[in-house]
T-cell receptor, first 115, second 114 residues
Framework: DAGVTQSPTHLIKTRGQHVTLRCSPI?????VSWYQQVLGQGPQFIFQ???????GRGNFPDRFSARQFPNYSSELNVNALLLGDSALYLC??????????????FGEGSWLTVV | GENVEQHPSTLSVQEGDSAVIKCTYSDSASNYFPWYKQELGKGPQLIIDIRSNVGEKKDQRIAVTLNKTAKHFSLHITETQPEDSAVYFC?????????????FGKGTMLLVSP
């Protein structure tokens, strides 16, 4: 079975531009979360979606937005890119509704470099 | 919010030795503690997890212990092999206003020398 798949794997953008990152969860998983991992740090929570509804948001500016589609895939959008947005963006899926104790599986991530 | 501290930041061992990574968490409401292994250029891979109603869990060469009173949990790897070399992250899961999130430690780089 395919794991969590993300695209693109690598991309380079210029400051001020916009980026869209895509994620397909494991088949049957309805919960998708997004995390940002800056080099040398652990992942930080950005968003959680379940059944196409935003369930939670981390401490990120409004330039970050996301959505989940009827097939449970998801997009993360970042506007007005800053150099500090350079990071590995990880998508994670879970088979269960949002609750503590969910087993969460990560994709390989999308490496974003802002120049 | 939740805060997870992880030590050490780097750990070098000889092949065959044991490795121990320790984490502490701050929020007593956290009740699920996964460990992830991240190899260079890849996403985190779940290797073992433990829930708050269990004190210890073992899977072959890997074991995790949890002390809820002390808010402390540890990863133990026995008979280390060079392929165990990677960055290991501990995390704590908490439910907040209808959603759940993982709070990660800063990671431990494990180097296993042949």
């Amino acid at each position: 079975d395919a794991g969590v798949t993300q695209s693109p794997t690598h991309l380079i953008k210029t400051r001020g531009q916009h980026v869209t990152l895509r994620c397909s969860p494991i088949s049957g998983h309805k919960s998708v979360s997004w995390y940002q991992q800056v080099l040398g740090q652990g992942p930080q929570f950005i968003f959680q979606y379940y059944e196409k509804e935003e369930r939670g948001r981390g401490n990120f500016p409004d330039r970050f937005s996301a959505r989940q589609f009827p097939n449970y895939s998801s997009e993360l959008n970042v506007n007005a890119l800053l150099l500090g947005d350079s990071a590995l963006y990880l998508c994670a899926s879970s088979p269960d509704p949002p609750r503590a104790g969910n087993t969460i599986y990560f994709g390989e991530g999308s490496w974003l470099t802002v120049v | 919010g939740e805060n997870v501290e992880q030590h050490p930041s780097t750990l070098s061992v000889q092949e065959g030795d044991s490795a121990v990574i320790k984490c502490t968490y701050s929020d007593s409401a956290s009740n699920y503690f996964p460990w992830y292994k991240q190899e260079l250029g890849k996403g985190p891979q779940l290797i073992i997890d433990i829930r708050s109603n269990v004190g210890e869990k073992k899977d072959q060469r890997i074991a995790v212990t949890l002390n809820k009173t002390a808010k402390h949990f540890s990863l133990h790897i026995t008979e280390t092999q060079p392929e165990d070399s990677a960055v290991y992250f501990c995390a704590a899961s908490i439910i907040l206003s209808g959603y759940s999130t993982l709070t990660f430690g800063k990671g431990t780089m494990l180097l296993v020398s042949p």
